[in-house]
Structure formats: C-alpha cells, structure tokens
C-alpha cells in the first residue's frame, strides 16, 4: 500500500490508520492484490475548505482494478468511507470477499 498527502492534511498517525483500514477492507483478497494506492487531499470545491478527499485505486492480479473516491469533514472519515467504498465494490467482484 503507498500512500501519498501532498496537501498535508494528515500526519504520520494519519498515514498509520489509512494502511490499517485499507489493509482491513482488502484482507479478505490480500494474496490477489497487486498494487493499492492512497491519496488524501484537501477537498478544493467552493465552500470545502476544510474538507478532505481520499482516493483508494487497487490493481487486483487478474487485472481487475477498484477506484473509489470519498470526502469527510476530517482525514479519518475520509480514509473510513474509502475503505467501505472499496469494500463493496469488491464484494461484488470477488467471491471470496462475500463470505
């Protein structure tokens, strides 16, 4: 897992629990996972400034990908609603992720 915060919306606790909830939504698919990206940034849309994106993009080995985007108020909500988001997107490609 990399993990990248140009914008330093987080800190190293931040990049800490962002390799733990993603780990966590891709555990049940770790060994078929190639690559898997983490991108928290400031949320630039009018009237956000204080909001925060994250990106979680995922190569699986068979050459399937997962690509979610979420915003929270704060970098963990963020990192939290990725990882759901990323979780059930492989529920619905992955068998052994529904069990």
């Known amino acids: 897992i990399t993990y990248s915060d140009h914008d330093r919306a987080g800190d190293r606790?931040?990049?800490?629990?962002?390799?733990?909830?993603v780990f966590e939504a891709f555990r049940c698919v770790?060994?078929?996972v190639r690559r898997v990206e983490?991108?928290?940034?400031?949320?630039?849309?009018?009237g956000r400034a204080h909001a925060v994106t994250c990106t979680v993009l995922a190569?699986?080995?068979?050459?399937?990908?997962i690509a979610v985007t979420?915003?929270?108020?704060?970098?963990?909500?963020a990192?939290?609603?990725a990882?759901?988001?990323a979780r059930r997107?492989?529920?619905?490609?992955?068998?052994?992720?529904?069990?």
């Open 89 to 99: 997107q492989l529920d619905s490609k992955v068998a052994s992720c529904t069990g």
């Open 83 to 85: 990882a759901v988001k």
């Open 70 to 77: 979420a915003v929270g108020d704060w970098p963990y909500a």
């Open 30 to 32: 770790a060994s078929e």
């Open 13 to 21: 606790r931040t990049k800490t629990y962002a390799h733990y909830r």
């Open 38 to 46: 983490v991108t928290i940034a400031r949320d630039r849309r009018t």
């Open 59 to 65: 190569e699986l080995r068979d050459g399937d990908q």
């Open 79 to 81: 990192i939290q609603r």
